[in-house]
Protein backbone atom coordinates (compact mmCIF):
# COMPACT_ATOMS: atom_id res chain seq x y z
CA UNK A 1 0.00 0.00 0.00
CA UNK A 2 1.38 3.65 -0.56
CA UNK A 3 1.81 6.06 1.94
CA UNK A 4 3.22 9.23 2.15
CA UNK A 5 4.97 11.59 4.98
CA UNK A 6 4.61 15.29 5.49
CA UNK A 7 7.69 15.67 8.31
CA UNK A 8 7.06 19.96 8.59
CA UNK A 9 4.21 19.65 10.72
CA UNK A 10 3.56 23.68 10.85
CA UNK A 11 6.60 26.59 8.25
CA UNK A 12 6.45 30.00 9.55
CA UNK A 13 8.36 32.27 6.35
CA UNK A 14 8.32 35.90 5.73
CA UNK A 15 6.66 37.18 3.24
CA UNK A 16 8.49 37.73 -0.04
CA UNK A 17 10.90 34.45 0.87
CA UNK A 18 11.45 31.77 -1.43
CA UNK A 19 9.18 28.43 0.48
CA UNK A 20 9.86 24.76 0.16
CA UNK A 21 7.47 22.07 1.59
CA UNK A 22 8.47 18.44 1.70
CA UNK A 23 6.68 15.16 0.53
CA UNK A 24 8.50 12.07 0.67
CA UNK A 25 6.13 9.02 -0.75
CA UNK A 26 6.59 4.56 -0.60
CA UNK A 27 5.16 3.20 -3.69
CA UNK A 28 6.58 0.47 -5.51
CA UNK A 29 5.92 1.94 -9.04
CA UNK A 30 6.14 5.73 -10.03
CA UNK A 31 2.40 7.07 -8.66
CA UNK A 32 0.08 10.14 -8.98
CA UNK A 33 1.08 12.75 -6.62
CA UNK A 34 -0.83 15.88 -5.93
CA UNK A 35 -0.79 18.61 -3.98
CA UNK A 36 -3.28 20.55 -2.37
CA UNK A 37 -4.32 23.25 0.01
CA UNK A 38 -6.89 24.24 2.34
CA UNK A 39 -7.44 27.71 3.51
CA UNK A 40 -9.69 27.98 6.87
CA UNK A 41 -13.29 27.01 6.50
CA UNK A 42 -12.49 25.63 3.17
CA UNK A 43 -12.22 22.44 1.11
CA UNK A 44 -8.72 21.20 -0.73
CA UNK A 45 -8.24 22.66 -3.89
CA UNK A 46 -5.96 21.42 -5.81
CA UNK A 47 -2.73 22.83 -6.49
CA UNK A 48 -0.88 20.68 -8.91
CA UNK A 49 -0.92 17.00 -10.16
CA UNK A 50 1.75 15.07 -11.23
CA UNK A 51 1.14 11.94 -13.71
CA UNK A 52 3.85 11.04 -15.98
CA UNK A 53 6.47 13.18 -18.20
CA UNK A 54 8.02 16.19 -17.38
CA UNK A 55 9.28 15.82 -13.40
CA UNK A 56 8.75 19.72 -13.06
CA UNK A 57 4.92 20.81 -12.71
CA UNK A 58 3.46 24.10 -12.74
CA UNK A 59 0.68 24.59 -11.00
CA UNK A 60 -1.96 27.01 -9.72
CA UNK A 61 -1.19 30.30 -7.82
CA UNK A 62 3.05 30.01 -8.71
CA UNK A 63 3.07 26.97 -6.87
CA UNK A 64 5.48 24.32 -8.33
CA UNK A 65 6.35 20.60 -7.75
CA UNK A 66 9.37 18.19 -8.54
CA UNK A 67 9.15 14.79 -8.48
CA UNK A 68 12.48 12.98 -7.75
CA UNK A 69 11.99 9.48 -8.50
CA UNK A 70 15.49 8.72 -7.15
CA UNK A 71 14.41 10.26 -3.57
CA UNK A 72 10.86 8.67 -3.61
CA UNK A 73 9.88 12.95 -3.26
CA UNK A 74 7.56 15.72 -4.49
CA UNK A 75 8.12 18.93 -3.05
CA UNK A 76 6.49 22.04 -3.49
CA UNK A 77 7.95 25.01 -4.27
CA UNK A 78 7.33 28.56 -4.55
CA UNK A 79 9.72 31.42 -5.40
CA UNK A 80 7.89 34.64 -3.21
CA UNK A 81 5.62 33.38 -1.15
CA UNK A 82 2.42 36.08 -0.48
CA UNK A 83 0.37 36.62 2.77
CA UNK A 84 -2.70 34.96 1.04
CA UNK A 85 -0.46 31.69 0.74
CA UNK A 86 -1.20 31.07 4.53
CA UNK A 87 -2.89 27.78 4.38
CA UNK A 88 -2.37 24.17 5.15
CA UNK A 89 -0.63 22.02 2.28
CA UNK A 90 -1.62 18.31 1.90
CA UNK A 91 0.23 15.78 -0.53
CA UNK A 92 -1.31 12.71 -1.85
CA UNK A 93 -0.57 9.98 -4.20
CA UNK A 94 -2.45 7.31 -5.85
CA UNK A 95 -1.20 3.73 -7.78
CA UNK A 96 -0.64 4.74 -11.65
CA UNK A 97 -2.77 1.48 -12.24
CA UNK A 98 -5.67 2.34 -14.39
CA UNK A 99 -9.31 3.76 -13.20
CA UNK A 100 -9.96 5.21 -10.01
CA UNK A 101 -7.54 4.03 -7.37
CA UNK A 102 -7.46 5.33 -3.36
CA UNK A 103 -5.36 8.58 -2.72
CA UNK A 104 -3.33 8.48 0.34
CA UNK A 105 -3.35 12.20 1.95
CA UNK A 106 -0.06 13.40 4.03
CA UNK A 107 -1.00 14.54 7.59
CA UNK A 108 -0.41 18.48 6.21
CA UNK A 109 1.80 21.43 6.51
CA UNK A 110 0.69 24.61 8.13
CA UNK A 111 2.23 27.21 6.78
CA UNK A 112 2.60 30.58 8.46
CA UNK A 113 3.99 33.99 6.48
CA UNK A 114 5.06 36.98 8.74
CA UNK A 115 5.18 40.57 7.70
CA UNK B 1 -19.40 25.89 -12.84
CA UNK B 2 -20.19 26.25 -9.28
CA UNK B 3 -18.29 23.33 -7.47
CA UNK B 4 -19.24 21.03 -5.10
CA UNK B 5 -22.02 21.88 -2.84
CA UNK B 6 -22.42 20.68 0.45
CA UNK B 7 -25.27 21.54 2.91
CA UNK B 8 -25.59 22.51 5.36
CA UNK B 9 -22.00 24.59 6.61
CA UNK B 10 -23.17 23.91 9.95
CA UNK B 11 -24.56 21.99 12.27
CA UNK B 12 -25.40 21.80 15.99
CA UNK B 13 -27.35 18.84 16.98
CA UNK B 14 -27.94 17.09 20.38
CA UNK B 15 -26.38 13.83 20.97
CA UNK B 16 -28.76 11.72 20.06
CA UNK B 17 -30.52 12.92 17.23
CA UNK B 18 -30.58 11.90 13.52
CA UNK B 19 -27.93 14.46 11.21
CA UNK B 20 -28.25 14.53 7.45
CA UNK B 21 -25.31 15.97 5.19
CA UNK B 22 -25.81 16.64 1.95
CA UNK B 23 -24.06 16.83 -1.35
CA UNK B 24 -23.90 17.87 -5.12
CA UNK B 25 -21.05 17.01 -6.85
CA UNK B 26 -20.04 18.49 -10.12
CA UNK B 27 -21.99 17.89 -13.25
CA UNK B 28 -19.99 14.82 -15.46
CA UNK B 29 -18.04 13.38 -12.16
CA UNK B 30 -18.40 9.82 -11.76
CA UNK B 31 -16.47 9.66 -8.29
CA UNK B 32 -18.00 10.72 -5.09
CA UNK B 33 -15.96 10.33 -2.03
CA UNK B 34 -16.97 11.14 1.87
CA UNK B 35 -14.14 12.59 3.91
CA UNK B 36 -14.25 13.42 7.76
CA UNK B 37 -11.60 15.75 8.99
CA UNK B 38 -10.59 15.97 12.69
CA UNK B 39 -7.23 17.53 14.46
CA UNK B 40 -6.40 14.05 15.99
CA UNK B 41 -7.01 11.56 12.74
CA UNK B 42 -6.60 13.95 10.12
CA UNK B 43 -8.76 13.36 6.51
CA UNK B 44 -9.74 10.00 6.39
CA UNK B 45 -11.45 8.50 3.69
CA UNK B 46 -15.64 7.30 4.88
CA UNK B 47 -17.00 5.81 1.52
CA UNK B 48 -17.02 6.60 -2.07
CA UNK B 49 -19.24 5.94 -5.13
CA UNK B 50 -18.48 5.23 -8.52
CA UNK B 51 -21.44 6.27 -10.89
CA UNK B 52 -23.94 6.05 -7.81
CA UNK B 53 -23.05 2.92 -6.93
CA UNK B 54 -20.97 2.50 -3.15
CA UNK B 55 -17.65 0.91 -3.96
CA UNK B 56 -15.69 1.27 -0.57
CA UNK B 57 -16.61 1.94 2.92
CA UNK B 58 -14.27 0.25 4.50
CA UNK B 59 -13.74 3.79 6.27
CA UNK B 60 -17.60 4.21 7.53
CA UNK B 61 -16.94 4.72 11.47
CA UNK B 62 -19.86 2.20 12.80
CA UNK B 63 -23.30 1.54 11.95
CA UNK B 64 -24.43 4.76 12.82
CA UNK B 65 -23.34 6.16 9.52
CA UNK B 66 -24.56 5.78 6.55
CA UNK B 67 -24.54 6.99 2.83
CA UNK B 68 -26.43 7.02 0.12
CA UNK B 69 -26.19 8.07 -3.72
CA UNK B 70 -29.65 8.08 -5.80
CA UNK B 71 -28.63 10.08 -8.49
CA UNK B 72 -25.35 11.53 -10.19
CA UNK B 73 -26.44 14.47 -8.70
CA UNK B 74 -27.24 14.05 -4.96
CA UNK B 75 -25.84 12.52 -1.94
CA UNK B 76 -26.07 12.53 1.33
CA UNK B 77 -24.17 10.87 4.54
CA UNK B 78 -26.15 10.07 7.40
CA UNK B 79 -25.48 9.75 11.08
CA UNK B 80 -27.92 8.01 13.28
CA UNK B 81 -27.41 8.34 16.60
CA UNK B 82 -25.13 11.02 16.65
CA UNK B 83 -22.27 10.85 19.14
CA UNK B 84 -20.45 13.95 20.58
CA UNK B 85 -17.10 12.08 19.21
CA UNK B 86 -19.08 12.54 15.53
CA UNK B 87 -17.67 16.12 15.75
CA UNK B 88 -15.90 17.20 12.38
CA UNK B 89 -15.61 18.35 9.41
CA UNK B 90 -17.21 16.23 6.57
CA UNK B 91 -15.93 16.94 3.07
CA UNK B 92 -17.44 16.02 -0.07
CA UNK B 93 -15.36 16.00 -3.19
CA UNK B 94 -15.78 14.47 -6.48
CA UNK B 95 -13.76 13.51 -9.40
CA UNK B 96 -13.34 12.68 -13.18
CA UNK B 97 -11.68 9.26 -13.87
CA UNK B 98 -10.80 8.46 -17.82
CA UNK B 99 -8.67 5.81 -18.47
CA UNK B 100 -5.51 5.81 -16.41
CA UNK B 101 -5.60 9.27 -16.00
CA UNK B 102 -7.10 10.75 -12.21
CA UNK B 103 -7.71 13.89 -12.83
CA UNK B 104 -7.59 14.68 -9.28
CA UNK B 105 -10.58 15.45 -6.50
CA UNK B 106 -12.71 18.77 -5.85
CA UNK B 107 -13.70 19.29 -2.85
CA UNK B 108 -17.01 20.93 -1.33
CA UNK B 109 -16.68 23.98 1.28
CA UNK B 110 -17.35 20.57 4.20
CA UNK B 111 -19.68 20.75 6.53
CA UNK B 112 -19.02 21.17 10.49
CA UNK B 113 -20.40 19.28 12.85
CA UNK B 114 -21.03 19.78 16.25
CA UNK B 115 -22.48 17.00 18.57
CA UNK B 116 -23.29 18.54 22.11
Known amino acids: AQSVTQPDIHITVSEGASLELRCNYSYGATPYLFWYVQSPGQGLQLLLKYFSGDTLVQGIKGFEAEFKRSQSSFNLRKPSVHWSDAAEYFCAVAPNSGGYQKVTFGTGTKLQVIP | DAGVIQSPRHEVTEMGQEVTLRCKPISGHDYLFWYRQTMMRGLELLIY????????DSGMPEDRFSAKMPNASFSTLKIQPSEPRDSAVYFC??????????????FGSGTRLTVV
Open chain 2, 49 to 56: FNNNVPID
Open chain 2, 93 to 106: ASSFTQGFSNYGYT
